[in-house]
């Protein structure tokens, strides 16, 4: 079985600042993980993605998570938050043959000016 | 990149009525796609998976009489929500992949609201 915890509903942080969203995972298999980022009604947008490669993970948008067993973390981060990151974001784990994908609850970030 | 067109992005019907709800993968052949359902401030929860060509799989507690799916194509999936309730009011995405561990799409959901 695999679940995904993200630790904070709603973060909260100023433009220009660092962005940090905790995300904690278990699964009985060599994971695959995710990041995802959801606008107002909208879909969910790939930000990034872990498949046993490197442990630190590059995306879109400055975005960058790190993968790390020992802790079962996958932290996102970002030096410089944008007003326009604004938005949901979805940590997501599957099985190893990737087919079913399990949401963390997301964390809520606000961008202040 | 690949393209998940649903359709339609919100749809408001009466208690009783069913309303259909299409996944459309535009420039990919979709072999798998995946129906969710999100609360509002709540995360993605897995309705279905649906195969082309063959009967969707449905997660625990989600009525297939009342969630009908359907994978005829390639390229499309529906959705159907038959005689509609209020509580079935939500925000439906799917997604949809090219085959094993290809990345997943999603669409861009579809609001449904029963009144």
């Known amino acids: 079985a695999q679940s995904v915890t993200q630790l904070d509903s709603h973060v909260s942080v100023s433009e220009g600042t660092p962005v940090l969203l905790r995300c904690n995972y278990s699964s009985s298999y060599s994971p695959s993980l995710f990041w995802y980022v959801q606008h107002p009604n909208k879909g969910l947008q790939l930000l990034l993605k872990?498949?046993?490669?490197?442990?630190l993970v590059k995306g879109i948008n400055g975005f960058e998570a790190e993968f790390k067993k020992s802790e079962t973390s996958f932290h996102l981060t970002k030096p410089s938050a944008h007003m326009s990151d604004a938005a949901e974001y979805f940590c997501v784990v599957s099985e190893a043959a990737g087919n079913k994908l399990t949401f963390g609850g997301g964390t809520r970030v606000l961008v202040k000016p | 990149g690949a393209v998940v067109s649903q359709h339609p992005s919100w749809v408001i019907c009466k208690s009783g009525t069913s309303v259909k709800i299409e996944c459309r993968s535009l420039?990919?052949?979709?072999?798998?796609m995946f129906w969710y359902r999100q609360f509002p401030k709540q995360s993605l929860m897995l309705m279905a998976t649906s195969n082309e060509g063959s009967k969707a799989t449905y997660e625990q507690g989600v009525e297939k009489d009342k969630f009908l799916i359907n994978h005829a194509s390639l390229t499309l999936s529906t959705l159907t929500v038959t005689s509609a309730h209020p509580e079935d009011s939500s925000f439906y995405i799917c997604?949809?992949?090219?085959?094993?561990?290809?990345?997943?799409?999603f669409g861009n959901g579809t609001r449904l609201t029963v009144t």
């Open positions: 420039d990919f052949q979709a072999t798998t």
């Open positions: 997604s949809a992949r090219s085959y094993g561990n290809s990345p997943l799409h």
């Open positions: 872990y498949t046993s490669a490197a442990t």
